[in-house]
């Protein structure tokens, strides 16, 4: 089983455009995923300068591990938002994402990138699940939508029936990130990867902190999944989340739609063909990051999942990907506040992040070039707090202090032990004090680092799928090594001698 996604593995090699210590650019772009990318594409071709800082490789977090959908039906989205909020601000919603959706279908065209046009489904197994389908499906047509409802698919189970969009699409999203970075340079733009943005100091220029030295701009987008500035507090107003995916090849029959289910554990089925080879793509199992139990049971769970329905499916891929889900779901996109309209950023897609994506990258190309801003964007800048947000946010955050609580209660009372077993990770007291520690073996070498996350002091825990550190608070990861792989955070766990 390949630990990187299906994409990320067949995915051209990158090669980066160079750091220049104290260089200039009219906008520095944070983040080389879709959101980062697309909006570098539209500000280069409008003639602004841009440079673009990936602190990994382009496509390496979310967009890279997505399942690639390009679609206007979302699960079961447009009917929890109408729950929530009027049906102007849901037609808002839809707006943005169509726009979103034209958008990456038109650059998919004229760079040649390869798009299935399929239908999408949200269907259900169950009783409950078969309600909240409903309501997803009259959600639709309230706002006119081209939809139908089914009681039968080509899934090789029974359902209870399903929502129809007909005419969307899939895609390999590595193959858009090659391209818009192709694009970016071939209209004088930078991208340069290895380089960790560490904070961004207000000025005139704004100046730009990195590991490797200090760059300068006149504006700023953080497109990097949640603001890695907490200036607004955005990491207390979305949820973060992590969902798996799997590749598998040699199955039965191989459904042709895109499928998710609205039940709970959520199944996400659709097909792709890479290199000439056939795959069927299973995913599900989100939970809360660093809670929830063991993320390699939630793997092992869908991998028994498929091969029950099935038969000769093998696991060729294996991955997993982090969402942001904003507590009144419609995604914060615009100026940083405190930021003195010079920063700007986008997150809380809510695992819909192909067409929000998009859509936030005309938003902030509109507010960067002083252009006529969307009709939608006008009305997710005016939209209002309702007490079903106050309530989930609430939730969210009374979960997060439980969390704090749990994870250094568990610290005092638990004591050093011996080095852990092959791929496993244990948080424990000093032995010299009552400092977390986080102990780790992966690969034959035992390693320990500090446990708290530098962010705002949660105790991490142990990922035994990835083999990583994952903060339960705000959704900072870390590699076994105490190395930063993404969240809010801009450093990495200290090593603990």
């Known amino acids: 089983m390949s630990p990187v996604s299906l994409w990320n593995a067949h995915a051209p090699e990158f090669v980066s455009d160079p750091f220049v210590v104290e260089e200039h650019a009219d906008v520095i772009v944070v983040g080389a995923g879709l959101t980062g990318l697309l909006t570098a594409t539209l500000l280069a071709r409008a003639g602004v300068d841009v440079l673009v800082l990936e602190a990994r490789t382009p496509g390496a977090v979310t967009s890279g591990n997505t399942t690639a959908k390009i679609s206007v039906l979302q699960g079961t989205k447009l009917s929890t938002i109408l729950s929530h909020h009027s049906q102007k601000l849901g037609r808002a919603y839809v707006e943005a994402n169509t726009d979103g959706q034209a958008l990456l279908l038109a650059l998919c065209a004229e760079w040649g990138v390869p798009v299935d046009v399929r239908d999408a489904y949200t269907y259900a197994v169950s009783d409950e699940g078969l309600k909240q389908a409903r309501k997803e499906f009259e959600a639709n047509e309230k706002l006119g ?17 399903a929502v129809r969009m007909p005419a969307q699409a899939q895609f390999d999203p590595m193959d858009l990130i090659a391209a818009a970075i192709t694009d970016i340079r071939a209209h004088g733009g930078r991208v340069v990867s290895g380089v960790r943005v560490t904070g961004v100091d207000v000025e005139s220029p704004t100046l730009v902190e990195t590991e490797r030295g200090d760059v300068h701009a006149e504006n700023v987008v953080l497109a990097t999944g949640i603001p890695i500035l907490d200036r607004g507090g955005y990491f207390a107003k979305v949820s973060p989340t992590r969902s798996y995916a799997i590749a598998f090849t040699g199955a039965a029959a191989t459904p042709q739609g895109m499928y ?7 199944r996400s089925v659709r097909q792709a063909t890479v290199d000439g080879v056939d795959y069927l793509i299973i995913g599900g199992n989100d939970h809360p990051v660093g809670r929830g139990g063991s993320e390699r049971e939630k793997v092992e769970d869908l991998v028994a999942w498929t091969e029950q329905h099935f038969p000769g499916a093998e696991v060729a891929y294996s991955w997993s990907a982090q969402d942001y889900s904003s507590h009144n779901q419609i995604p914060f996109v615009g100026a940083l506040p405190r930021g003195r309209g010079t920063v700007y950023m986008a997150t809380g897609y809510d695992k819909w992040g192909m067409t929000n994506a998009a859509a936030a990258s ?12 969307p009709g939608w964007a006008k009305v997710w800048g005016t939209r209002i707090t309702t007490p079903a947000d106050l309530a989930e946010g609430a939730l969210h955050n009374a979960e997060v202090g439980v969390e704090i609580v749990k994870g250094w209660a568990h610290v005092l009372t638990g004591a050093p032990s011996e080095a852990p077993a092959e791929g496993q990770g244990v948080v424990t007291r000093a032995s010299d004090g009552l400092a977390p520690v986080g102990t780790s073996t992966v690969d034959g070498k035992t390693c320990a680092v500090s446990a708290v996350c530098p962010h705002l002091g949660g105790v991490v825990s142990w990922n035994d799928q990835e083999q990583s550190w994952d903060c339960p608070l705000h959704g900072s990861r870390f590699s076994a090594q105490g190395d930063l792989l993404e969240g809010p955070a801009v450093a990495g766990l200290a090593a603990h001698e």
């Not at 939508?145 to 359902?159: A, F, K, N, Q, R």
């Not at 998710?260 to 959520?266: E, G, K, N």
């Not at 005309?362 to 801003?373: I, K, P, Y």
């Open 145 to 161: 939508l081209g939809v139908e409802w089914v009681e039968t698919s080509e899934l090789p189970y029974d359902i209870k029936g």
């Open 260 to 266: 998710l289910s609205a039940d709970t554990p959520s």
């Open 362 to 373: 005309l938003r902030l190309t509109a507010e960067l070039t002083d252009a006529e801003q």
